[in-house]
Structures are given as structure tokens and as C-alpha cells.
């Protein structure tokens, strides 16, 4: 572990590599698991200013899920997350023609519906951030649904750090990751 400003960063995030294998996961994050998507409270209310725009994208199940218990719900634990459909599938879940599961939001996104990419904890993965009092941690978070994503990633040397670089600048900034940066060109 390291400290960069109030994070304390795991070393693993430099050390391990990553790059997601869809072709062989068939994007398994967003329907395995027993909980939705990790959301920050402005998403939340960024969630309920798109979700017109992302309903289009929706399968019909999304739609009944997130009309049922809204765009976002608040764990036993306090936390928002992303509702889910039937206890499994992410309510913003859709699949491709290849049944490879896919993002609403990101697909309004990408077809120049909304201005927001995300929910940033679906970007930022494997990498999971956790916001105390005083800094935030930020770990990699290993799930064996991403052994594909692992084995891509080692065999083109692609550092779980470079894999998610837009998602970690979005989440702490463009210095702070030129800081990661250094602390990991000095471990090499």
C-alpha cells in the first residue's frame, strides 16, 4: 500500500494486469454478484435526471425493475446501488446480437443520448474504492469471472492501472493519476 494525496492506493493495481475479455466473459459483472452497481450520491441524481433518455435502451425487464423500485435503491447498509432484476441482472443491463451483456447507460451514452458514461464504479473495475472519513482506499478487487480478463491482460502487459486510466482520472483527477504513474514507473 502507498498513499497518493488521501488515497491509500493497493500495490496490486500496478503489479497486477487486466484487460476485459467480453468475447470470454460475456460481461458476467453485470449479472452475476447479489448486488447492484456501487453508486456515488450524485450519480444517483444524475440516474434520475437520464433515466427518460435510457429507458429506450432498456429490455423490458430493466424497465418493470427500475419502475418497480426506482433508477437506484439504498442497501441494508446505507449504500446506493443499481437495482437489480430478479435478484440477479443489473436493471440496466442489456446483450448484445452474441447475448454479451452490455450497458443501457453507456450505449445512450454512445449514441450521443446522455453525457455521462457510466456509473463510475462500473468504469473504474477491478478496481473498487472505498470512501472513509479522512481518504478513500482503492483496491483490486479479484472475482473469478475475470480470470479471462486477467490472462488478456498478462499476456499484453497491460497493468490493471493503464487498463482503467480514464476511469481513475474521471474518479481522483489528472495529477493524481501522473502520480500513480511515477510511483509505478518506479517499481518497474
Known amino acids: 500500500m502507498f498513499q497518493l494525496g488521501k488515497t491509500i492506493v493497493s500495490e496490486e493495481i500496478i503489479e497486477k494486469d487486466f484487460l476485459c475479455n467480453l468475447s470470454a466473459c460475456k460481461g458476467a459483472c453485470c449479472i452475476d454478484g447479489d ?55 443489473c436493471a440496466y443491463v442489456i446483450f448484445d446480437e452474441k447475448k454479451v451483456a452490455l450497458c443501457a447507460i453507456e450505449e445512450a451514452y454512445n449514441q450521443g443520448e446522455i453525457s455521462w458514461k457510466k456509473p463510475v464504479s462500473c468504469h473504474l473495475y477491478p478496481i473498487r474504492v472505498q470512501d472513509y472519513t479522512e481518504f478513500s482506499a482503492v483496491n483490486y478487487h479479484k472475482w473469478e469471472i475475470c480470470d479471462d480478463a486477467c490472462t488478456l491482460g498478462k499476456e499484453l502487459q497491460i497493468p490493471v492501472y493503464k487498463f482503467v486510466k480514464e476511469a481513475l482520472i474521471r474518479k481522483f483527477g489528472a495529477d493524481w493519476y501522473a502520480e500513480l504513474e511515477k510511483v509505478a514507473n518506479k517499481d518497474l
Not at 427518460?52 to 437506484?72: M, N, S
Open 35 to 89: 448486488a447492484g452497481a456501487p453508486l456515488e450520491k450524485e450519480e444517483a441524481d444524475i440516474l434520475k435526471e437520464i433515466y427518460p433518455k435510457v429507458k429506450p435502451f432498456l429490455r423490458k425487464e430493466g424497465i418493470k425493475a427500475i419502475e418497480d423500485q426506482g433508477v437506484y435503491v439504498t442497501s441494508e447498509n446505507g449504500d446506493l446501488e443499481t437495482p437489480l432484476i430478479n435478484g440477479a441482472d
